[in-house]
C-alpha cells in the first residue's frame, strides 16, 4: 500500500506541474497564484485518491475506475472556479486514467 500512495503522490504532483504550465500558457501567464496553486493542489489529491489501497480489477475496469475519481476530484476544483476551466476539468480525468495506468503498471 505504502508504495502504491507514494507512486500516486509523486505521479499527482508532477501531472499537477504539467497542468499549471499549460494553464499559464492557455491565460498568457497572468494567472493569479491562488488558482494556480489550488490547481496543483487538486491534482496532488488526485494522486492521493488514486493511490489509496483500491482492490485489484481487471485493467479496463482500473482505467475507468481512474478515469471516475478523477472526474469526482476534479469537478470540486471546476466547481470552485464558478465553471471556469473546462479544460483542466477534463484533464483530470485524463490524469485520473494516466495515474492509474502508471501505478498499475507493472502488474499483471
Known amino acids: 500500500m505504502e508504495k502504491r500512495m507514494i507512486k500516486g503522490l509523486v505521479g499527482g504532483a508532477l501531472l499537477g506541474i504539467v497542468c499549471v504550465i499549460g494553464a499559464n500558457i492557455r491565460s498568457g501567464f497572468n494567472s493569479d497564484l491562488n488558482f494556480i496553486f489550488a490547481l496543483w493542489y487538486n ?13 485489484n480489477l481487471k485493467r479496463n475496469k482500473e482505467l475507468f475506475r481512474g478515469g471516475i475519481l478523477g472526474l469526482l476530484v476534479s469537478f470540486a476544483f471546476y466547481a ?9 476539468f477534463i484533464a483530470g480525468i485524463i490524469y485520473g486514467v494516466i495515474l492509474e495506468a502508471y501505478i498499475n503498471k507493472k502488474r499483471k
Open 80 to 88: 470552485s472556479t464558478n465553471f471556469q476551466d473546462p479544460i483542466s
Open 43 to 55: 491534482r496532488v489529491i488526485i494522486g492521493l485518491v488514486i493511490g489509496a489501497p483500491w482492490s
